[in-house]
């Protein structure tokens, strides 16, 4: 049933460090669609990194800046849009996600988040005494919210990036 549900969009949610970024690109690759990184499009009309915006206007600010981005990013059309793991905390996000495209939740658990995280010093939520700790909090809070906007759920323990984008394509070739 092509485009019944489906207006050409995808849409990754997940926690830091799940993959949206790197597989979004390579689906919006590999699916003929424009990529698009919410982060990327703030950072680009600010022209501050993600690191300076929540030291000079808080997390608040970030999340004021991200429901923007959401907002003009899921009114286009046939593209793929890596969102930032905290943006399906604002419900008027959750509904535009929901609506406008077909979104994909990339899990994996904590440690694996941490071991793909531990490294870049670019996610302030991460610059804790215990990143591990914090991710398994953000995991608690938010595995419902990516659940409950989810189309598909797509397990990314041990499985490459490669493989990920060729279990993808499989799928939403059989579901869209
Ligand atoms: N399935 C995977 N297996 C191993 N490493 C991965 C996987 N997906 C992403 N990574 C790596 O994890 C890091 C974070 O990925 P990224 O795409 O930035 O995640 P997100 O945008 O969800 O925070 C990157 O270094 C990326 O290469
Ligand atoms: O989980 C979060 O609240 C955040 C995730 C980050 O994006 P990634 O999920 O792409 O790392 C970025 O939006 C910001 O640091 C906040
Ligand atoms: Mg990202």
Redesign the pocket.
């Known amino acids: 049933m092509p485009g019944m549900k489906m207006p050409g969009n995808f849409f ?1 949610v ?11 690109r390579a689906l919006a690759k590999a699916a003929g669609k424009t990529f698009y ?1 919410s ?1 990327h499009e703030i950072e680009a009309k600010t022209g501050a990194r993600i690191p300076t915006i929540f030291e000079l206007e808080g997390e608040n600010g970030f999340r004021q800046r991200e429901a923007e981005a959401i907002t003009e990013l899921t009114q286009l059309k046939n593209i793929v849009l ?1 969102t ?2 905290g943006a399906v905390l604002n419900p008027l996000n959750r509904a535009a996600l929901r609506r406008h495209g077909y979104v994909i939740y ?1 899990c ?1 658990t904590p440690e ?1 988040l941490y071991q ?2 531990c490294h ?1 010093k670019n ?1 302030p939520l991460l610059q804790t005494a215990d990143p591990k700790a914090r991710l398994s909090e953000l995991f608690a809070i938010r595995d419902p919210l990516y659940r409950e906007v989810a189309d598909l759920v797509m397990d ?1 323990s ?4 490669n493989s ?1 984008l060729q279990l993808l394509l499989k799928e939403l070739e059989r579901k869209t």
């Open positions: 990754l997940g926690l830091m460090g799940a993959g949206k970024t790197t597989v979004g990184d982060d890596a930032g793991g990339l994996a694996e793909r995280t870049d996610r990314t041990q499985q490459s990036v990920l």
